[in-house]
């Protein structure tokens, strides 16, 4: 077991990079206070915030609570009345969600300053303990593979650890993991009920370096949020 974790908990090298940094924070909102998550983005300076499991009051109460003020971009995927979310500092181009069975996902090119724009992906697989396994390994085989032209980072619930076969084989598919390339990999992010688990991830092309993790405690929410400064290549 040593062998197979510790090279969770030990940082890798990263990529010698000399593009823009990205922060983007990863949130399950459901329940999360807004005036706390609000806070979350202002303190770590966040650019790209993506949201899933949010209510439309939710939605309307993180307005409320100033959230337009910090990132004042946003695109909307909606799911039998729950609403997923891209939220940015940036302008964002809106491309085709990522429709998994009846769970679309967004996603959007963010339009940094300069040459460089980024792909992000709200990513938000369903639970294979509240439904069929094999939805759920169907939901983690649709996610997009990294793409050669533009970087492109999956941010959010993926229901799924490192010890799942098929989330690796998300990994396989050209991105790293935010958390076990900075030694992180066995900090929880889902602490409801049961065991911990690092079910949350961002997940950025391997081409990015990883320069700043932290698993950030949110009140109200079951699951704490994920942020991750991306430097790209």
């Known amino acids: 077991m040593g062998v197979l974790l510790l090279p969770r908990m030990l940082a890798n090298d990263q990529p010698g990079v000399h593009g823009q940094h990205v922060r983007v924070l990863a949130v399950p909102g459901a ?6 998550l ?7 300076n966040v650019d790209v915030l993506a949201l899933s499991e949010l209510s439309q009051s939710e939605l309307s109460g993180l307005a409320d609570a100033g959230l337009a003020d910090l990132l004042s971009n946003q695109v909307l995927a909606l799911d039998a009345g ?19 069975v009846d769970q679309p996902m967004p996603s959007a090119i963010v339009d940094l ?6 792909e992000i992906v709200d ?14 390994r169907r939901e983690l085989a649709h996610l997009p593979p990294a793409q050669p032209e533009r970087v492109r980072v999956l941010a959010g ?15 396989d598919r050209g991105y790293v ?13 889902w602490q409801s009920w049961g065991p911990p688990l690092t079910t949350d991830h961002v997940l950025a092309d391997h081409r990015c370096a990883i320069r700043d993790y ?14 991750a400064d991306l430097q790209l290549p």
């Open 31 to 36: 329940g999360a206070n807004p005036a706390a």
């Open 38 to 44: 609000v806070n979350l983005v202002r303190n770590n």
């Open 82 to 100: 729950n609403v997923s979310a891209i939220v940015s500092r940036f302008p964002l181009r809106q491309t085709a969600s990522v429709d998994i």
């Open 113 to 118: 300053p300069g040459r460089d724009d980024i």
């Open 123 to 136: 990513a938000h697989v369903r639970s294979a303990l509240r439904g069929p396994a094999d939805v759920w």
């Open 157 to 171: 619930d993926f229901n799924a650890t490192l010890d799942h076969a098929a989330f690796r084989a998300v990994l």
């Open 177 to 189: 993991d935010a958390a076990e390339q900075t030694g992180n990999g066995l900090v929880p992010t």
């Open 214 to 227: 932290a698993v950030l405690d949110l009140p109200g929410s079951e699951h704490n949020a994920v942020l």
